[in-house]
């Protein structure tokens, strides 16, 4: 069969086409970084009454007009706003009560005069030494939020501060699409399990372990099914098995033609399959496969380790963003670094290229050196910090270029 | 007492003067974005054999040299060696052997030429159209790290690949450094737990989820503690028992000035305390306070929660590192972005202001939009992606000026 190998922009217009895999309700304090399925609307107004954002004197601005060191205002003290109540004093012209940062403005006042630009002269008297304006040191009623207002987009991914705003609101427990299950198959008769010892021949199984430290680092959960022969039958009853069980596969290994053309068949022998992609034009990872079961997606990765990591990087890192119900307003996932390449470095057309590269900070400068190197070698990913890509209109980057690193998702480590 | 205002270096430099929580070991599986706290020495060459990277031929590359399309070189095959064993045949001059992608080089051969570059004459020959180099197409052994090799050092920060690199060397679990928990404490007379309905005067706690949140984010373990009213017995106490439970304290609220003192009466009244920082020239937060208890660090922070945010990214997030062993080869743990301001911002010398901005993309250009607001509001943070430095030596930086955004740790979302 003859299958046209297909462009990134294609492959990842095909992989919008699949869904969320469902929802579910969290406590918000387990909500960091997950992704809400439904809108947050704030019920109230926040805060839901006018507070001080200064230890000071609640006053009426006017009292204050033209107050100075040399013409100080004289207020009548009242008393002073108990944290956490509703105030018993009401400004009247002239008058001031004591309030501490957070508290509540009493009625009347619409300002609030900095402790430190007051003086005691008495029990029952302040001297005001400068004017305030009206609502000056105040936090309204509504400033933060009014009630009814959207405060969270179904697909927004939650941050600290977002989780803060929720709390506030008295929002516990929240909807969120659940985290997709990714079932993950190394395949290979010379791939064996980590805790056997290599005999000549044989490798431990890396995929299985980059792969899903991959899917936790993006927020989805990981299930090794351990390592599967190139055999037929294991395979499809290995797949038919993950299928069941989670909301993707991802069968890596198959480097040779032959163990490639396997995993095809063993795809392609599903009732409903279809095969999406057979091929992409770019390097490392051409030899990508992508079929359809039902609602669910599965890849056939390569073998190369280094052009495993590639494909999650360019394809499977917004495949997941699909899957969670991410939503974004900016950017496709990925954080991007400009740096000055250090070599050139040239490029088949036809097809993207994506180089590895070490980022290098000198004298403020940052550079991007490239890291050469078989895509079957770990190594080369473990020196790297990010991908380069040479689009495929492109012949070659050269020495001195300005360009954009891919930076793979730095685990709050190292900072460009 | 007087005390003085610390600079952010000071700050910096003070938190520098605390020791990682202590060691465990896990899994690899569950090893992500943990901290090693000894090194990983590979205990064998990676790969432990020469593999081929092709599909094709294992050859003495000698016997290639010169072969051309026109003028190819014929070899006798001499079989096909299976994945995952050793090879049985040699080859010797004049001889090829069959091999797949990931298969073991033969004895006697020295490249590998791809099969598209073969055909097949008959059962027994081969004819070869292009020459191989030695070691073409070959991943010798060791090629990926020899034995003996340090791997990653003490302080290393586990990446996907890293964890890859670490299954392929067949080690399966790894000391690393724990993860601290931090006690959270919420103080203030006005703040309720977030599950009652607020009367006038009362606010919900929103600032136990932010920093709870924060800390997750940073790798570090958060204990809600709830809310502790501003009474000395009842924070005592409160202190005390967080202190026995966490690896440091995080008491937030009390920006009043008189919480402000209580705070430190609080800290002050354990036997082995050291006020460390009273105040810190930066602002927000400037009302930071951070005291020592044994090995242990207490943070008085700001009552406002976008106070709060900042000193948390400024000194919190170094703190957890130091906290947390990490150690990094470059930058302070943040990522940053360039962006053209979009508004000229004014700046008190004297201390470093933080400014929260909105990132704004437009024809291919990064804007940052100064976010002008009370820090008393969460909203200003929900909005914002980032923080700008202005430095206290600087009075004000200007429309179309290029700064450095300080970014909020993106939830796998925005990219910038």
Redesign the interface.
Known sequence: MFFKVKTSEEVLEILKGFDPVGTEVVH??D???RVLSGQIVSEEDM???S?S?M?GYAVRAKDTFGASDSLPAFLELKGEV??????TDRVVPGTAVRI?????IPEGADAVVM?EHCQSMDDKTIEVCRSVAPLENV?ARG???RAGTI?FGKGS????????????????TIPVYKRPTVGIIST?????P??L??????????????????C????AIPM?MGVCK?DFDEMRETVGRVLNACDTVWISGG?????RDMTVKVLESFAEARLLVHGIAISPGKPTIIARIGAKALFGLP???ASA?VVAEIYLAPFL?VLSG?R???????????AELERNVESASGRDDYIRVR?N?REGRLFAEPIFG??????T??DAQGLVKIDRNTEGIYQGQTVEVML?????????
Do not use: C
């Open positions: 918000i304090e909500a960091l970084n805060p839901n009454f507070r954002s230890d108990i944290m956490g109540g509703t105030p501490s940062t957070g508290g509540m402790i936090i400033d933060d939020l405060v991914i939650l941050r600290p501060q977002d989780i803060g705003l929720i709390a506030g609101l008295g929002v516990e290979g008769d010379e791939v064996i980590i805790d010892r290599p005999r000549p021949g044989q490798v431990r199984d890396i995929n299985s372990y980059t792969l899903g430290a991959f936790r680092q993006r927020g090794n190139d480097s040779s033609v032959g163990a073998g190369h380790v990591m963003s991410e974004r307003s900016s950017g496709d996932g990925h954080l991007y670094r400009q980022l900070k078989k895509s079957g070698l770990i190594s990913l473990v793979f998702t730095p685990s709050r480590g190292e900072a460009w």
